[in-house]
Structure formats: C-alpha cells, structure tokens
Nanobody, 124 residues
Framework: QVQLVESGGGSVQAGGSLSLSCAAS????????MAWFRQAPGKGREGVAN???????AYADSVKGRFTISRDDTKSTLRLQMNNLKPEDTAVYYC??????????????????WGQGTQVTVSS
C-alpha cells in the first residue's frame, strides 16, 4: 500500500507556470503506475497525465504540449510541470497510483490509491 501527498498548488495568472509534486510513502519499492487527475468545480474528475512503470507517458488532449509528467523513484516523487496555464486549468489536482502496468491509461477507475488534492487557480 502507498500513501500520496500532493504539494505545489497555488494561484497564477494565465500564461504562467506551476510545478506540482506528489510524495509517496509506505510501499515505495514497487514501481507503481502513477497519474495526475483534476476536478474543476461542478465537473467530474478527469485524467490529465499518466506515467507507467517503464516511463511511457500519456496526456489528455487539453494539456498536450503544455504539461509534463515525470517521476523520480529514488525520491519516491511524482511531478507535473504545467506551463502556459489557462483559466480552464483551474481545478483540484490529485495524484493517483496503482499496481505496476506496462501500458498507460487516464481512466479514473484504474487507480486505487489517491492523494487529498491540491488547488490550482489560474486567473485571466
């Protein structure tokens, strides 16, 4: 089992950048499949980016070319670099993990471990 804690959220103007981090604790020896999701007010949770156990990545079309997911297994940390932020990126961002997979997915149901979320607000 693994516990996840996000950090790095905040407020930024459109066009700016933020970097989110997710610290994993507990079973950090397993190379989990990791992902970022987000949930905007009044909307469902959507997948943003996923990185599998081999380092392959997948992104939602809305963030391709602007967001980058990466992992540092030596530090048990997942990151999301967000550039050229837009007001529609405003949401609570969640870190998620599941057992190692060698394929990518942005399906919420494919992840069993979740962090508490961190707020990202982008103003126009």
């Amino acid at each position: 089992q693994v516990q996840l804690v996000e950090s790095g959220g905040g407020s930024v103007q459109a066009g700016g950048s933020l970097s989110l981090s997710c610290a994993a604790s507990g079973d950090t020896y397993t190379r989990y499949s990791m992902a970022w999701f987000r949930q905007a007010p009044g909307k469902g949770r959507e997948g943003v980016a996923n990185i599998d156990r081999e380092g392959d990545t997948a992104y939602a079309d809305s963030v391709k070319g602007r967001f980058t997911i990466s992992r540092d297994d030596t530090k048990s940390t997942l990151r999301l670099q967000m550039n050229n932020l837009k007001p529609e990126d405003t949401a609570v961002y969640y870190c998620a993990a599941d057992w190692p997979r060698s394929w990518t997915t942005l399906s919420e149901g494919a992840f069993r471990y979740w962090g508490q979320g961190t707020q990202v607000t982008v103003s126009s």
